[in-house]
């Protein structure tokens, strides 16, 4: 059974920094593609950012140059390391991986950018 943990959430001022971290129960980041995904009150689940296999990376427009998604293979944890936070960064980030055609999905750490 995968098991997907997420941590490092929390309450920053805008233009801080966090990084939020994604443990897995096995080697799953190695064997397919993952990402870090968030959802908003009110909003549907969005893609933030994804990792493939060979540590090809996609954003999304809105948080292009400001995050970055990082892989520890050996530790089996994927990481989002989140710059210049904005008050629209407010969401709960889901860390997601992709196996055999199967998503799987942690339990969401919450961000929360105010001041």
């Known amino acids: 059974q995968v098991q997907l943990v997420e941590s490092g959430g929390g309450l920053v001022q805008p233009g801080g920094s966090l990084r939020l971290s994604c443990a897995a129960s096995?080697?799953?980041?190695?064997?397919?593609?993952s990402g870090w995904y968030r959802q908003a009150p009110g909003n549907q689940r969005e893609l933030v950012a994804t990792i493939t296999r060979g540590s090809s990376t996609n954003y999304a427009d809105s948080v292009k140059g400001r995050f970055t998604i990082s892989r520890d293979n050996a530790k089996n944890m994927m990481y989002l390391q989140m710059n210049s936070l904005k008050p629209e960064d407010t969401a709960v980030y889901y860390c997601?991986?992709?196996?055999?055609?199967?998503?799987?999905w942690g339990k969401g750490t919450l961000v929360t950018v105010s001041s």
């Open positions: 096995g080697s799953i980041f190695t064997m397919g593609p």
């Open positions: 997601n991986a992709k196996l055999y055609d199967i998503d799987y």
